[in-house]
């Protein structure tokens, strides 16, 4: 459904994606993993072109574009495919929960006021929050307004959602409820694209598992090969520090 071609980026001198392939299927939940500054939420916001990358290639079904060169009229349509759950929540302070969710189908794909509100609702209702339709991001949790993130990219019925961390900026109390939404909608079938530290959402629903650092993806393979049997060094000094109490691996 979705492959991307060797994308490089840089700011500056620094060099942060250094030719990263990836492929994804309808259906595949991909959750990739790895240190600060692996370049996990670049590759992401260059998929969205959130930044432009400096060389590669998407394939988007019969779609390919050049990431460095795209036109406005590609780059309009791959973010139709795609939608996008911020670390940030980046809602608008000024709007209701379902004015949020809808202004994106309203003003970005024309959508009757009427019918994105319904659209909105039914968004609103999946995530658990139809008693919140009227209330400000300021009423409500950073977990609500998480769920008002993943609302607002629900009712755009994208092909993938590409979700940056979506659990880092909550408590810790208010993660379980993000991640039971996130769970609950992969079940269905929705196509994600996670870069998260959530060890056991990566464990429980991805069915595919990527390790980056550097630049680079070190490792990827299915969740439960990841987990017992990391291939790479590299992978394994990683998972032995972020989940040393229950983490084995074969040498």
Do not use: W
């Not at 759950?85 to 000024?94: G, M, R, S």
């Not at 092909?159 to 996130?182: K, N, Q, R, W, Y």
């Not at 595919?208 to 590299?234: L, Q, T, Y």
Request: net charge neutral.
């Amino acid at each position: 459904m979705l492959e991307i071609k060797n994308i490089h980026k840089s700011f500056g001198k620094n060099e942060i994606l250094k030719g990263v392939d990836l492929k994804i299927e309808k259906g595949d939940v991909v959750v990739i993993l790895g240190p600060s500054g692996s370049g996990k939420t670049t590759l992401l916001r260059c998929i969205n072109f959130l930044e432009q990358a400096d060389e590669g290639q998407a394939i988007f079904g019969d779609m390919v574009v050049n990431l460095k060169s795209a036109t406005r009229k590609q780059i309009h349509q791959i973010r139709q495919k795609t939608a996008f759950v911020f670390q940030n929540y980046n809602l608008f302070n000024n709007k209701t929960a379902i004015e949020n969710v809808t202004e994106g189908l309203i003003i970005g794909r024309k959508v009757p006021k009427a019918e994105a509100y319904k659209i909105g609702q039914q968004a609103l209702e999946k995530v658990g929050l139809s008693d919140k339709i009227n209330s400000y991001p300021s009423q409500l949790s950073g977990g609500q307004q998480q769920r008002v993130g993943i609302a607002r990219a629900i009712a755009l019925n994208p092909d993938i959602i590409l979700f940056d961390e979506p659990t880092s900026a909550l408590d810790p109390e208010l993660v379980g409820e993000v991640l039971t939404v996130m769970k609950t909608i992969a079940k269905e079938g929705t196509t994600m694209l996670v870069v998260t530290h959530e060890m056991s959402f990566a464990k429980d629903v991805a069915n595919k598992v990527i390790f980056m650092d550097g630049g680079v993806i070190v490792e990827e393979d299915a969740p439960e090969e990841i987990f017992s049997r990391p291939k790479e060094e590299r992978t394994q000094q990683f998972l032995k520090r972020v989940i040393p109490e229950d983490y084995i691996y074969n040498i």
